[in-house]
């Protein structure tokens, strides 16, 4: 059914917005039907959950009726927002306002089907047989092409020609099962959602500070006195969050400002807006960096203290014209080696408190960003002058001790081939304001879905394994090679150098894969886990599928197809799958590829012989489990409803098939069953692990009597662990995920107390629990100066009682650590210290760098000679004829949300589509009188790769830019519709993104690439 917007004013009768329709109950099926009456709460059950779309993690009540009897399941018919919960308290935006129609949607999927190749259609099976087909499809793949050694003889164990998306909404019990299936049997394709959207984030915080993850958390915005919002639209993506920010303002008179390619609704709200090329972001946070340096506006006391500027790099390091020291063209990749300190004979690296070395890390920087003046700011950015002027000096007024700033952003930075650098250009400008560990200050990466966050701590992506530890290569042969290279050493006296446990996290894994068969003789282990050779990312993947190197795909709650750069070669590439197993709750582009929709999807199904399962698994509504929101809080949620028809969880459907995969290889043997026949699998029904029992592997167990240093016994065997600080490298000690670790302890499930008590700065420490250790505000001691006195006595985060550190927060640094010990607060870090310069943690430089995009609308780079471009971005050589030129697509396209959608699943909600039917895209009153474009034409808009048509929306909101003395037009481009849900069919816009990555996260380029448009 679908339903206008007309329609649905018409039927309500009254002219509310979708968020108060729903939370009123007029659902048009009611309305439609004229009756109206009261929701019959008394008679409902009530079921605390969050909300499924973003990583705000809203807290929402669920009512059903059916109390459980026979033939009386429960159903869910009313959903609103949970009062008590400290970030949402009660609102829900209009996405989880939806919600109700999401659990109800017409599209979820009732039953297992098949659809045969070169089939028209879906066929219903049962499960029997969809497990039985798959675990056959699997285990024949498996024995085909599993390699147990490479050409030089290495063990490497790993399976390649099958891969597994994981989802980024289910659980974190679902995606600890995630690891164990697909690496258990070999599989080095293993990625989510996370590669597509803040892979960036990770790449370019946790070099700067020491983990990838939002340095605050929601609440904490409103202490801010300045907020920053660029490269996000939070006002839009995540609007709960978004209070706290105008809370900021209300409250603390906190001056919030937008830059941004649109005036969007963030800007809207804001104290000021300037725009900015989508793109260009870099040179502008860099000319920030200039501007603080050049007019002596930074935080001298924290940068000296906390921060690398005093510490001598190498004389090899060096910088011209685009390239940094080391490159080679040949490989287009730089050997990292001069990008480091230069170290003393005791090993620790040279420092000059002063400030005046050559080569110390503050004069290198101000160096590097003396190109970027105002004056080349605004050329390249396309930005006048003065609002530039205006941002950085109002930035600056946050250098004092007693003022910060708060910077949020999300997918408007991350999706660009130099995400990685433009993040860590804001962490730049945050260190040299003395803004990290400050209430109020920060650089707050939004997450984007409810639970990518949790899959990414996870290491559900195929370089990576739980905890932020990573998957070995082939040539890390042994445990012991493994950890030598992954366990770094300290680089400046007396530091915490966290990493240094890696043993500890990394034997503690092995354990919880493979149980009592990992043993110290056998290195516990690890020869079972596949080894790498090369990149298995979704970029990576969809190049080998589109080359027939890959057979089978499991795709679980995760929509490929509308996700990963360019839609179209995707398409072909599924094309040449001899299997794809689609679970999900809802039908997906993705599961229909082969279905020949028109336009929207123009294929013959007769010419695809892929054999497609689509299996109907459970929504967040029908579990129990743990989602982490972007402030990393492990929330513990319940089921309201089984799911529907013949549903399954997909701890459920994994199981079985892992389940039967096993009896496969234990009744006909095959190629290398050890790694799967040896894994953990016992559970008290391996068919269907229980939430619980995979939340308690996650945090851990003592598998033996521990001890302390001191002797005193601090856990008995068997018990669950109460902090990774218990774990061990001996094997005494199992634990899925060593950030967990505290999350399900011998006191109960932390996941889910519910204790809102601010305890001071809206910090909520008995709420849920958040890794790591329970800490909210990340480098909390960094709130205080050396000698311990908080930098800004109204936000006395932390002090020192004579015996500990104290105060709102769990401290994030040693607790009987007493002031002026010389321990610097960036405790995971090697030199202690927030990294202006990043060493060689990143690929494309130690210093971020301005660079064209791979499609550019100005012939040149004003700040090179060369092409101007990243050297080292990642190109596959197939896809070089698909970029556009700026004579044929002379146009910026930014890719962006609404309001009312999330990405593409609020498509299949009737409320969601009742307000945003249809397709659109937005482009400046200027293109349109140029074009001969009015409101509401349909207009077609086209890449080198492909086109979509949508109306046009002729808008202010979209500015006519001048950059590098041309004038530059950008086309916006909202993603939320497909050929599959309750809106009116649309394209997947992601057919116009070109296949370029970031050259660290190899996430792919959306908000800025060429297009043409014209009337249609
Ligand atoms: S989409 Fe985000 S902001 Fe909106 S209700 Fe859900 S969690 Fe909250």
New binding site residues.
């Given amino acids: 059914m679908q339903i206008g917007r007309r329609q649905f004013f018409k039927l309500c009768t009254v002219g509310a917005a979708s968020a108060s329709a729903a939370t009123l109950g007029f659902a048009p099926g009611v309305a439609h039907a004229g009756q109206s009456r009261q929701y019959k709460l008394l008679r409902a059950r009530e079921t605390r959950n969050?909300?499924t779309?973003?990583?705000?993690?809203?807290g929402v009540l669920l009512y059903s009726l059916g109390d459980g009897a026979k033939n009386a399941k429960g159903r869910i018919f009313h959903v609103e927002g949970d009062p008590d919960h400290p970030v949402?308290r009660g609102?829900?935006?209009p996405?989880?306002?939806g919600l109700v129609d999401f659990i109800n949607s017409p599209d979820r999927l009732k039953y297992p089907e098949v659809r045969e190749p070169g089939s028209n259609e879906w066929k219903r099976i049962g499960w029997d047989e969809a497990i039985e087909r798959i675990a056959r499809l699997m285990k024949d793949d498996r024995d085909a092409n599993f390699v147990e050694r490479n050409d030089m003889g290495q063990r490497v164990n790993r399976w390649a020609s099958t891969g597994f998306l994981g989802s980024s909404a289910a659980s974190n019990e679902t995606g600890i099962l995630d690891v164990k299936f697909a690496r258990g049997l070999g599989m080095v394709h293993l990625e989510n959602q996370a590669r597509l959207c803040h892979g960036p984030s990770v790449a370019g915080l946790a070099p700067s500070f020491g983990r990838g993850a939002m340095t605050n958390n929601w609440v904490d915005i409103k202490n801010a006195d300045v907020i920053l919002v660029m490269g996000g639209n939070p006002a839009e993506a995540?609007?709960?969050?978004f209070k706290w920010a105008v809370e900021a303002k209300i409250h603390n008179n906190a001056h919030l400002m937008v830059v941004d390619p649109r005036f969007n609704r963030t800007a809207a709200v804001a104290d000021f807006y300037s725009p900015i090329r989508a793109g260009a972001d870099s040179a502008f946070l860099l000319g920030i960096a200039h501007y603080l340096l050049s007019n002596d506006r930074i935080q001298h006391e924290y940068v000296r203290a906390y921060t690398n500027a005093p510490l001598i790099v190498r004389e090899d390091y060096g910088f011209d014209d685009g390239l940094f020291s080391g490159y080679d063209a040949d490989k287009r990749a730089y050997d990292r080696s001069s990008w480091t300190y230069e170290l003393g004979e005791d090993g620790y690296a040279l420092r000059d408190e002063t400030l005046q070395h050559p080569r110390c890390v503050f004069n290198l920087l101000k160096k590097h960003v003396e190109r970027y003046t105002p004056e080349m700011v605004s050329s390249i950015c396309g930005t006048p002058i003065k609002d530039f002027l205006h941002v950085c000096e109002r930035l600056a007024s946050t250098s004092v001790p007693d003022r910060t700033t708060s910077i949020l952003y999300a997918l408007g930075w991350t999706h660009h081939v130099g995400g990685s650098q433009i993040i860590r250009a804001s962490a730049i400008v945050q260190l040299l304001l003395g803004n990290i560990g400050m209430p109020g200050g920060g650089i707050n990466a939004l997450r984007g879905h409810?639970n990518v966050q949790g899959f990414t701590d996870l290491g559900v992506l195929a370089n990576m394994l739980p905890g932020y530890l990573t998957l070995p290569s082939e040539s890390q042969q042994s445990l012991q090679a493994y950890l030598d290279e992954r366990t770094p050493k300290p680089l400046v006296d007396k530091q915490i150098n966290f990493w240094r446990n890696t043993p500890k996290f990394m034997v503690s894994f092995l354990k919880g894969m493979y149980g009592e068969n990992a043993t110290a003789e056998n290195d516990f282990g690890y020869d079972w886990l596949p080894k790498w050779d090369r990149a298995y990312d979704v970029m990576a993947y969809v190049e080998q599928m589109h080359k027939g190197q890959v057979n089978g795909y499991i795709v679980q709650g995760f929509n490929l197809i509308a996700a990963a750069a360019s839609s179209g070669k995707v398409r072909e590439g599924l094309a040449k799958l001899k299997y794809l197993v689609v679970i999900d709750p809802l039908t997906t582009e993705t599961s229909s590829f082969w279905q020949n929709h028109g336009e929207f999807n123009d294929v013959d199904p007769a010419q695809i012989q892929t054999t497609v399962f689509r299996l109907p698994s459970s929504c967040f509504a029908e579990e129990d489990g743990s989602i982490a929101n972007s402030a990393r809080w492990l929330q513990w949620h319940a089921a309201a409803q089984p799911p529907p028809f013949e549903a399954q969880h997909d701890g459920r459907i994994l199981g079985s098939l892992m389940t039967r995969i096993r009896e496969l290889y234990q009744q006909e043997g095959g190629t290398c069953p050890e790694p799967l026949l040896n894994l953990d699998w016992n559970y008290h029904d391996p068919k269907s692990p229980h939430s619980e029992e995979l939340a308690k592997q996650i945090n851990g167990y003592a598998l033996a009597d521990l001890y302390d240093d001191s002797g005193k016994p601090i856990a008995k065997k068997g018990e669950l662990l109460s902090s990774f600080a218990q774990l061990r490298d001996d094997g005494s000690t199992s634990s899925l995920c060593w950030i967990y670790t505290g999350q399900w302890t011998p006191a109960g499930n932390m996941m889910a107390r519910r204790d809102n008590t601010d305890t001071g700065f809206g910090n909520t420490p008995g709420w849920a629990f958040a890794w790591p250790a329970n800490r909210r505000l990340l480098y909390n001691r960094a709130s205080a100066d050396p000698s311990g006195k908080p930098w800004d006595p109204k936000r006395a985060f932390l002090h020192w009682d004579g015996n500990a550190w104290a105060g709102a927060d769990v401290p994030d640094y040693p607790a009987g650590s007493p002031p002026n010990s010389g321990v610097s607060p960036f405790i995971m870090l090697q030199d202690g210290v927030g990294h202006l310069f990043s060493m060689g943690a990143l690929v494309d430089g130690p210093f971020p760098e301005h660079y064209e995009p791979q499609e550019s609308p100005i012939p040149a780079n004003p700040l090179h000679s060369g092409s101007g471009k990243s050297p080292v971005t990642r190109i596959f050589k197939d896809d070089l004829p698909s970029f556009g030129g700026r004579e044929e697509f002379p146009y910026v396209a930014t890719s962006y949300s609404v309001t009312e959608m999330?990405r593409h699943w609020t498509k299949h909600s009737r409320l969601n589509a009742i307000v945003q039917p249809e397709q659109f895209v937005e482009i400046s009153e200027k293109l349109a009188a140029s074009k001969g474009i009015a409101a509401g034409d349909t207009v077609k808009v086209s890449s080198q790769r492909g086109y979509i048509r949508g109306k046009a929306v002729v808008t202010k909101r979209v500015m006519t830019l001048q950059v590098a003395g041309q004038e530059v037009e950008q086309v916006g481009i909202p993603v939320h519709w497909g050929f599959e849900g309750v809106t009116r069919k649309g394209f997947l816009a992601n057919i116009l993104s070109p296949r370029v990555g970031d050259a660290n996260t190899q996430t792919p380029e959306y908000k800025a690439f060429l297009v043409n448009v014209e009337k249609a």
């Fill in positions: 969050n909300c779309y973003c990583s705000v993690g809203c949402s609102s829900l935006c996405k989880g306002s995540h609007p709960v969050g409810s999330f």
